[in-house]
């Protein structure tokens, strides 16, 4: 699909209706983490409610078309993307699932239209207040930093897998299986060169973010999944952003770490469904 001039991919599920159902209930839109792929998400979906159509926007393989040579990874411009992508496939009012970066832009999203969204799920969020760890987005930023990035594709799939496995908790540990959609884009330096440019901009962009939030609290439905051993985004800063979240509910899961689709993609996908049963879903 082409939005605004940007080629798009995504995964769609359409709903399945069933006869007695009156209501028609709000879409899901899921976006993914920063070096992942809408594929990562597959787990989460398949036990997610088949009562809801849900899409699965992959930013990383998004590419401009025509005249325009690159894609502006500003979080206003992905979050201005995400809502264009939303109009051109009708999703009206969805409840937006964001693990880590695409929670960041998921907050984005509700911070600047109020009416846009239905419902927030966060996982494990990036975002402003304290979520997130400048010295290392800076470390990637610097010519040793960017040069050990771009030398991923030629590291060995078992040391990556390795550090996949320092980001995850104690509970479950991350599988081949896990990591095979995190090669597509760990394999291509084209798409790590456009994490690295989303790095660039990361503190300014966070900096927006806090504002807009800090001026108006979100004050939407929110359920916020966090593992009680991330490494990345430490669950010790959950309690700041829960300040700006109105409407929130939070669940911890012990001995889980940041990769929480492929670490507990079932538990949280029970959280998720017990969530959406409350009435403002189908108001």
């Known amino acids: 699909m082409i939005v605004n001039g940007i080629r798009l991919t995504y995964m769609e599920r359409e709903a399945v209706r069933k006869q007695d159902t009156l209501n028609i209930?709000?879409?899901?839109?899921?976006?993914?983490?920063?070096?992942?792929?809408?594929?990562?998400?597959?787990?989460?979906?398949a036990g997610l409610p088949t009562n809801r159509r849900i899409l699965a926007i992959d930013l990383l393989s998004a590419q401009p078309t025509g005249t325009a040579s690159r894609l502006d990874v500003h979080q206003a411009s992905l979050a201005a993307l995400i809502q264009?992508?939303?109009?051109?496939?009708?999703?009206?009012?969805?409840?937006?699932?964001?693990?880590s970066h695409g929670a960041a832009l998921a907050l984005r999203l509700a911070a600047t239209d109020r009416?846009?969204?239905?419902?927030?799920?966060?996982?494990?969020?990036?975002?402003?207040?304290?979520?997130?760890?400048?010295?290392?987005?800076?470390f990637y930023l610097r010519q040793p930093g960017?040069?050990?990035?771009?030398?991923?594709?030629?590291?060995?799939?078992?040391?990556?897998?390795r550090?996949?496995?320092?980001?995850?908790?104690?509970?479950?540990r991350i599988q081949m299986r896990h990591l095979r959609?995190?090669?597509?884009?760990?394999?291509?330096?084209?798409?790590?060169?456009?994490?690295?440019?989303?790095?660039?901009?990361?503190?300014?962009d966070m900096n927006e973010l806090r504002e807009a939030m800090v001026r108006e609290a979100v004050a939407i439905p929110t359920l916020l999944i966090w593992g009680d051993?991330?490494?990345?985004?430490p669950i010790a800063s959950a309690a700041e952003l829960q300040k700006y979240l109105v409407c929130c509910e939070r669940v911890n899961l012990a001995g889980v770490g940041h990769l929480l689709a492929e670490e507990a993609p079932d538990e949280c996908a029970s959280l998720i469904i017990e969530w959406l049963l409350a009435p403002w879903s189908a108001a």
């Open 146 to 161: 960017r040069m050990l990035a771009l030398s991923i594709p030629l590291a060995p799939s078992w040391m990556i897998l």
């Open 84 to 99: 264009d992508f939303m109009k051109s496939v009708g999703l009206v009012q969805p409840v937006v699932i964001g693990h």
């Open 25 to 45: 209930l709000p879409p899901i839109l899921l976006l993914h983490s920063l070096l992942a792929t809408a594929d990562t998400l597959a787990e989460l979906i």
């Open 181 to 204: 959609p995190h090669l597509a884009v760990l394999r291509n330096r084209n798409k790590l060169r456009r994490v690295l440019e989303m790095l660039k901009t990361w503190d300014g």
């Open 229 to 233: 051993e991330d490494p990345v985004v």
């Open 115 to 138: 009416t846009a969204l239905k419902g927030l799920v966060l996982m494990s969020p990036a975002h402003p207040f304290g979520g997130y760890r400048s010295h290392v987005v800076n």
């Open 163 to 172: 550090a996949y496995n320092q980001a995850a908790g104690s509970k479950t």
